[in-house]
């Protein structure tokens, strides 16, 4: 192996809730994505930056693939199957609890027509007794041709080590595109709508996760910039949704606004003042000046 410095891109695919997220967040060594047990939590292109002595991986945390019912579905999906031609290398996740099913097959079929090399990451091994863990495996190894196959635990940090080092010697040589300190090139402003769109996520059952977007309107350093002042909307499809955002006497959006401020607090390292409120926008997700206002774009 040279020792030129390596670069590269690397998309993570898989179906929703395999643990994308979980991966770059570990691989990174801090958060910057958020995290969730609901399915379809990613909704961008999230890019994540790991940078040593010897190589810089671009993580590409993409939505899940799943079938879709709605316009911004539609997008999530489209976003995930841009990926696998645009980079250097796919880590296709899969469950190990979950065991092989028709997401997998679906996602298998895509990539047989593609050349860039793809590695099988068997998560969430914790979770199943070892001796099932090779028959598991084998059935995907019948299917496709993947560069290599590791097993790991995301969660718990078993074996992503061994992980990364193989895709830095996968990767080719190239520059460093971004500043070595800098781990992903989203702004501020989305990490913290992200920040309160997973406290929602954390609090709400049933249809609300999947309805909500979060719109970050204004921030404004504050108290001789000691203070930042962010107000963000929380974007629901129905009156309904509102009631149950906000909560008996406004307890649920304070306790929303409460888990995201001490999250923001400790990643950021300044004091926030979080203006929060919830507006009603009907059926948002199917409506294609929403979806672009909320950051929805497809890339032609």
Do not use: C
């Not at 800098?182 to 997973?198: A, C, L």
């Amino acid at each position: 192996m040279s020792n030129k410095f390596r670069s590269g891109f690397v998309a993570l695919i898989g179906r929703p809730n395999v643990g994308k997220s979980t991966l770059m967040n570990e691989a990174i060594g801090q958060k910057i994505a958020i995290m969730s047990d609901k399915p379809q939590t990613t909704r961008n292109q999230i890019r994540g930056i790991y940078t040593d002595d010897k190589a810089q991986v671009i993580f590409l945390d993409t939505p899940g693939i799943h079938k879709p019912k709605s316009k911004l579905g539609e997008y999530l999906v489209k976003t995930a199957q841009n990926a696998f031609s645009e980079v250097d290398l796919i880590l296709f996740l899969v469950d190990a609890e979950e065991g092989l099913g028709g997401g997998d097959q679906y996602i298998i079929e895509r990539l047989k027509g593609i050349s860039t090399p793809v590695f099988l990451v068997v998560n969430k091994i914790d979770k199943v007794h070892p001796d099932e863990l090779l028959p598991f495996i084998d059935q995907y190894r019948n299917l496709h041709d993947f560069s290599e196959i590791v097993p790991i635990s995301a969660l718990q940090g078993n074996n992503t080590e061994r992980l990364l080092d193989l895709i830095k010697d996968r990767l080719p040589e190239g520059p460093m595109y971004y500043p070595e300190d800098q781990v992903t090139d989203h702004p501020e402003k989305f990490i913290m709508g992200e920040i309160i769109r997973e406290k929602v996520l954390e609090l709400t059952h049933e249809e609300i996760p999947h309805s909500v977007a979060v719109v970050v309107e204004e921030t404004k350093l504050r108290d001789n910039q000691q203070t930042l002042y962010l107000r963000a909307a929380i974007v629901a499809e129905r009156k309904s949704q509102k009631g149950i955002l906000i909560g008996k006497q406004g307890a649920m959006l304070k306790q929303v606004g409460k888990l995201a401020r001490e999250e923001m607090e400790r990643l950021f390292g300044y004091r926030i003042f979080l203006d929060l409120w919830v507006k009603v926008r009907k059926d948002w997700r199917n409506e294609f000046q929403y979806l672009r206002e909320y950051g929805y774009r497809n890339e032609e």
